[in-house]
């Protein structure tokens, strides 16, 4: 399987990106990002590239792959619901209709989150945006997944590349395994989130939105 990765230098993408290169099944994943990784590996191969909203000039190198794990994605803390949408509804949009003319057959699991709003009505803008964007992707050609995870464990050294984030994920580390044990429905780990994207992506899932428990199922297989 060739897998494609979108914001491997974030939390979730990192924890992705570490169970990819993990699994010998798995045997090229390339990534897509403004910054590089840091990771070397032999069976990883890293794009750069500035402009997420288009990508035609990397075309060429983003066809071929079985599967895309979108975990691109930004907090809504302090931005405006346009500069949000550009970023979460545009560039995932953008990739999304890229990526299914070249690889009609692939499976793109974008990440979402808990809370999210496929109505599009809402009033909570994060959620408005994500269920707009979801709702996009199911349309398109490939077969699409929405991953929903709720509160998010980082391990194996894995940290948020957001300020807010880190400080949370700092004040709540010694309860976060505590909370993951008597919660498992609501509180997943990067590494059950990486192994529930491959499981989802070589076997498929009964339901296109995957909330925490079912996405804590798929990593089970």
């Known amino acids: 399987m060739k897998v494609l990765i979108f914001g491997a230098t974030g939390m979730v993408g990192q924890g992705v990106l570490r ?29 750069l590239h500035a402009d997420m909203a288009d ?6 190198e983003l066809a071929g792959f079985d599967a895309c794990f979108f ?13 949000y949408e550009r970023v979460s509804y545009g560039f995932t949009v953008a990739a999304g209709q890229t990526l299914s003319r070249l690889n009609p057959g692939m499976t793109f699991i974008y990440v979402s989150g808990s809370g999210t709003d496929s109505s599009g009505q809402g009033r909570i803008m994060w959620a408005r ?24 464990e980082p391990l194996d050294g894995i940290r948020s590349k957001t300020t807010v984030y880190r400080i949370f994920y ?9 909370l993951r044990w008597a919660l498992p429905n609501q509180v997943l780990s990067t590494r059950q989130i990486g ?14 939105i995957l909330e925490s428990r ?5 990593a089970r297989r």
Request: hydrophobic share 45%; aromatic share 8%; glycine share 8%.
């Open 170 to 178: 700092g004040f709540s580390k010694p309860l976060l395994p505590l």
């Open 55 to 60: 990508f035609s000039d990397i075309e060429a």
């Open 195 to 208: 192994l529930a994207m491959l499981a989802v992506a070589r076997q498929g899932w009964g339901k296109r």
């Open 214 to 218: 079912d996405i804590r199922a798929a």
């Open 19 to 47: 169970e990819c290169l993990h699994d010998p099944e798995v045997e090229l994943v390339a990534t897509v990002g403004r910054t590089a990784t840091g990771v070397q590996h032999p069976r990883l191969q890293e794009f």
């Open 71 to 83: 975990c691109l994605g930004v907090s809504s803390s302090g931005m405006t619901e346009a500069d």
């Open 129 to 152: 945006i994500k269920g707009k964007t979801e709702n996009t992707l199911l349309a398109m050609p490939f077969k699409a997944y929405m991953f929903r995870p709720g509160i998010i």
